[in-house]
């Protein structure tokens, strides 16, 4: 190989090497550094110990989710993996531990709701001395009544709920029905509701998480009408405003929550 040939082959290696060179990864917010949302992320302490029950698939995607940005803005919080809890060592220890009032977000006919029920039971476990803990499950609608159906020990558990007084702002995304709310969202009405009803003392702190959502929201919109982007749908996937879209026909049919 002559010394021309040679250069020329050095220049085509580093030129590709230029081209497919790996960006930046922050491994808080799971997301390219360029596209970092720690900056608007303030993580605040709660009284309430929150644990997230993630769905595998939803932990493998959860840059696009929002469990992972909630659990950042809690102090207070954990997240577990899993589909059957049944046997979980982690689940069943604090649920087990009797210095914690374990309970469920998820909605039921005999659930507490704490926007319209009397929740004097909650105060009273809270004053004897125990922790509240409060365990959501993170994924869709579907998975999260597969794991609720499979893991016998959340289903032994007192479930409590609210009631929305606004739809999801989720635009990127279809819920099932209008009183559905993501992750991020039903923990921040779940503790605005605990701070009316004298069980937090947040001092609103938790509408910061809005804020990040938000961010969030907008930077997915923009990647699925940007071609530019690596991250650019097209097509079926692509980003449709919410008034456009018909809600699946499957929704209308299914009970999308399990029965208590």
């Not at 960006?23 to 303030?42: A, D, H, Q, T």
């Not at 709660?46 to 696009?64: D, G, R, S």
């Not at 009405?189 to 004298?198: S, V, W, Y």
Request: hydrophobic share 35%.
């Amino acid at each position: 190989m002559d010394k021309i040939t040679y250069l020329k082959r050095k220049l085509l290696r580093t030129a590709s090497e230029v081209k497919f060179q790996r960006e930046e990864f922050c491994y808080s917010c799971v997301r390219l550094k360029c596209n970092c949302l720690c900056p608007l992320i303030l993580p605040f302490e709660t009284n309430i110990f929150f644990v997230f029950l993630m769905h595998p698939m939803e932990a493998k995607k959860e840059k696009m989710g929002t469990g992972k940005l909630t659990s950042l803005s809690l102090i207070n919080s954990r997240i577990i993996t899993g589909v059957d809890f049944s046997d979980d060592e982690d689940v069943n220890s604090i649920i087990s531990d009797t210095n914690n009032y374990c309970t469920i977000l998820y909605p039921g006919k005999n659930s507490l709701d704490v926007s319209k029920h009397d929740i004097g039971p909650v105060r009273q476990k809270i004053s004897d001395g125990k922790r509240l803990v409060v365990f959501l499950i993170d994924g869709t609608w579907p998975c999260a009544k597969k794991m609720m159906r499979l893991s016998t020990n959340l289903r032994l558990l007192p479930r409590l709920s609210f009631t929305a007084t606004h739809m999801s702002i989720f635009e990127i995304k279809e819920q099932p029905a209008d009183y559905c709310l993501s992750t991020l969202e039903s923990v921040q009405f779940f503790i605005k509701e605990c701070n009316r009803l004298g069980i937090e003392h947040t001092d609103n702190q938790e509408d910061q998480m809005i804020n990040v959502f938000k961010a969030m929201i907008e930077f997915q919109i923009k990647c699925s009408l940007d071609p530019n982007l690596s991250s650019y749908t097209s097509g079926r996937l692509g980003y449709s405003k919410k008034g456009e879209r018909i809600r699946p026909k499957k929704w209308l049919t299914r009970s999308i929550v399990l029965a208590d």
